[in-house]
């Protein structure tokens, strides 16, 4: 069984930051990219950022230079440090993980529950 636990967000002021943390645990046998999507009211779920175990990050264009993604690999952990943050950024965000169990060849995507950010202006 795996797990995607997360913790940070909450409510911020237009130009304020936040930062979101997301740890796995469980029958983890190795874990190659984590990142995160966010999912606004009445749109579909969009790619934020990801990191992969040897640190090469990406970003989407809408975040890029305001949101930093970053990975402990010794606690199976990713973060993202949301900095300058907009209205246009107030979503639901949520952390993945592409890993394999034990005996597994291939990977599979697991999903934390999500956790709310509001930018007010």
């Known amino acids: 069984q795996v797990q995607l636990v997360e913790s940070g967000g909450g409510s911020v002021q237009a130009g304020g930051s936040l930062g979101l943390s997301c740890a796995a645990s469980?029958?983890?046998?190795?874990?190659?990219?984590m990142g995160w999507y966010r999912q606004a009211p009445g749109k579909q779920r969009e790619w934020v950022a990801t990191?992969?175990?040897?640190?090469?990050?990406n970003y989407a264009d809408s975040v890029k230079g305001r949101f930093t993604i970053s990975r402990e690999n010794a606690k199976n952990t990713v973060y993202l440090q949301l900095n300058s943050l907009e209205p246009e950024d107030t979503a639901v965000y949520y952390c993945?993980?592409?890993?394999?169990?034990?005996?597994?060849?291939?990977?599979?995507?697991?999903w934390g529950q999500g956790t709310q950010v509001t930018v007010s202006s």
């Open positions: 993945n993980a592409d890993l394999r169990r034990r005996l597994e060849h291939k990977a599979t995507r697991y």
């Open positions: 469980g029958s983890i046998f190795s874990i190659d990219a």
């Open positions: 990191a992969t175990t040897g640190g090469v990050t």
